[in-house]
């Protein structure tokens, strides 16, 4: 790897380059830092001296010397006498310091709002989940309940740094444009273009921006190198709707118009099932929650309930009556991965990302899908493209929305952090 020399590299870049890397893999050493990086040792020291001042990185001793116990706290200790330990001087690691920022990650779903509190290293301190009925708030509504829910949640949590939150970030369930702040649409609000950044930066400061839900699980597992192996991968998010999120040489695609990787509203069939966008076809209208339910409705008696927003105890009533040996609904959900792997066969012929993730609540049902959505990506897909990607089915487990949303305010903080620092 060529190395730049301190002469030639650009400080603020670079010193950038440094903090997301330790925000990725820290702790590391400095020369960890500067094979990944391609920096020289020199520029590493000198610009992690910097950031040392500045009091956003820390050194730290390596867990060799922390398991022998032989470090003296400034990095010279030496490991003696312990069978298997490295030998002569531990090596010194460099951590991002917990405390040196905070951002506040925010999460709107069909009747949930979910406010995280993240700290400069991407980990989430706190959090708290709200239930209300979104679809009854006009934008005023949604606005002032926002408001009032974050401005509780900061002072709560108002110990945990002397600083305001620095950033917020906003995942949405639905279609948003991440340029202008405006949620286009979203099965969780009644109201249509609505117009949430600006005010909330208005009110809070600092940087506000917005997300749909599955570019922020993009950004959470861009951020893990134990869920992704690098290169352009795509995530695919199943639940009441289909999102996706598309993440290309390292950055979140969003596209000149902020509402780019609506896999959802690509079309199967011209003139098919109506999907909750107002056209035909889509894919959603096949594998969404409420396309599932609403057809099982025509196979079986099913209580009265909510069919156009399902909740997961309707959906997971289903899957186990699919399970328990009803064929018909089994048929469902092997459709639905049919669906999908045509779906995914256009996808690996635009764009042949490195990996594909399946993931999202609506992907309680893969093993019923993934025979036929393999069955339905090798009936559409060109032989010669059968090498790749790697189809990853990702466990709903965890849910990475709002990892991702505190992963994209730290990075917009970043650039901004550096940006003030040279116009001052």
């Not at 991440?178 to 609000?189: D, K």
């Not at 998010?237 to 999102?243: A, C, F, H």
């Not at 399902?310 to 639905?336: K, T």
Request: glycine share 12%; with cysteine.
């Amino acid at each position: 790897m060529n190395r730049r020399t301190d002469s030639d590299t650009p400080r603020q870049p670079s010193q950038i380059a440094i903090l997301r890397y330790l925000r990725i893999h820290g702790p590391a050493a400095r020369i960890d830092i500067g094979s990944a990086t391609g920096l020289s040792p020199a520029t590493v020291t000198s610009l992690t001296a910097d950031l040392m001042t500045q009091g956003l990185v820390q050194e730290s001793q390596s867990a060799n010397a922390q398991a022998t116990g032989t470090g003296n706290g400034n990095g010279n200790g030496n490991a003696n006498g312990n069978h298997g330990a490295t030998r002569g001087r531990p090596k010194v690691l460099l951590d991002l310091v917990p405390n040196a920022a905070c951002v506040i990650g925010v999460k709107i779903t069909i009747n949930l709002i979910e406010i995280a509190l993240g700290n400069f290293k991407g980990e989430i301190e706190h959090s708290s989940e709200h239930s209300i009925n979104t679809r009854d708030l006009d934008e005023a509504e949604l606005i002032a309940t926002l408001i009032k829910l974050i401005d509780r949640f900061i002072d709560k949590h108002k110990n945990f740094s002397a600083r305001p939150p620095v950033g917020i970030s906003i995942a949405v369930q639905g279609v948003c444009d991440s340029n202008s702040g405006e949620i286009i649409w979203s099965p969780a609000l009644r109201q249509r273009n609505i117009a949430l950044t600006k005010a909330l930066s208005e009110r809070f400061g600092g940087i506000v921006q917005m997300s749909n839900d599955a570019n922020c699980i993009a950004t959470a597992i861009s951020q893990n190198t134990n869920l992704h192996r690098g290169g352009d991968f795509a995530v695919i998010m199943l639940g009441y709707g289909i999102g996706m999120g598309l993440v290309l040489n390292g950055s979140v695609y969003n596209g000149d118009f902020g509402t780019a990787a609506e896999f959802g509203h690509t079309k199967y069939q011209p003139d098919g099932p109506l999907c909750n966008c107002g056209r035909r076809g889509c894919l959603e209208a096949y594998i969404g929650d409420y396309a599932i339910l609403r057809d099982a409705r025509g196979i079986i008696d099913l209580p009265d309930a909510n069919s156009l927003h399902p909740s997961e105890e309707q959906m997971m009533d289903l899957v186990a009556r699919a399970r328990g040996g009803n064929e018909d609904l089994a048929d469902l959900f092997r459709h639905a991965g049919k669906v999908l792997g045509y779906g995914i066969a256009n996808l690996i012929a635009l764009l042949g990302p490195k990996q594909i993730f399946i993931t999202g609540s609506g992907a309680r049902a893969y093993d019923m899908m993934e025979p036929e959505l393999m069955r339905g990506l090798s009936l559409a897909q060109v032989p010669e493209l059968r090498r790749g990607p790697e189809i990853v089915h990702l466990a709903w487990d965890k849910d990475l929305a709002l990892q991702g949303a505190i992963g994209q305010s730290l990075l917009r903080h970043d650039e901004n952090m550096f940006q003030a620092a040279v116009a001052v």
